[in-house]
């Protein structure tokens, strides 16, 4: 909100999605709708303005300790200069 909204509140007439393809798939349908998507899930059904990149923490949950592959991926992310 303080990056986006200049520190308002989200609506309270905001309606929760829970993939981007519900999101992309709601906005499609919803006159006024505004959506958070990242690019490759732009759609033909859907204005697409170019908006300034908006970055967001990477919340990782495992069910006992991660795989090698998936600590792999960690160290990644974790070294990534982002």
């Known amino acids: 909100m303080k990056k986006v909204m200049d520190g308002r509140?989200?609506?309270?007439?905001?309606?929760?999605?829970?993939?981007?393809?519900?999101i992309r798939d709601r906005i499609s349908r919803t006159s006024?709708?505004?959506g958070i998507d990242p690019?490759?899930?732009a759609s033909a059904n859907t204005r697409n303005p170019k908006t300034v990149p908006v970055r967001s923490e990477i919340i990782v949950v495992t069910k006992g300790q991660?795989?090698?592959e998936v600590e792999q991926?960690?160290?990644?992310?974790?070294?990534y200069n982002w």
């Open 9 to 22: 509140p989200v609506t309270e007439s905001a309606v929760e999605a829970f993939d981007y393809y519900e």
């Open 66 to 68: 991660p795989k090698p």
């Open 39 to 41: 690019q490759g899930f």
């Open 32 to 34: 006024g709708a505004i």
């Open 73 to 79: 991926l960690l160290k990644f992310i974790k070294d």
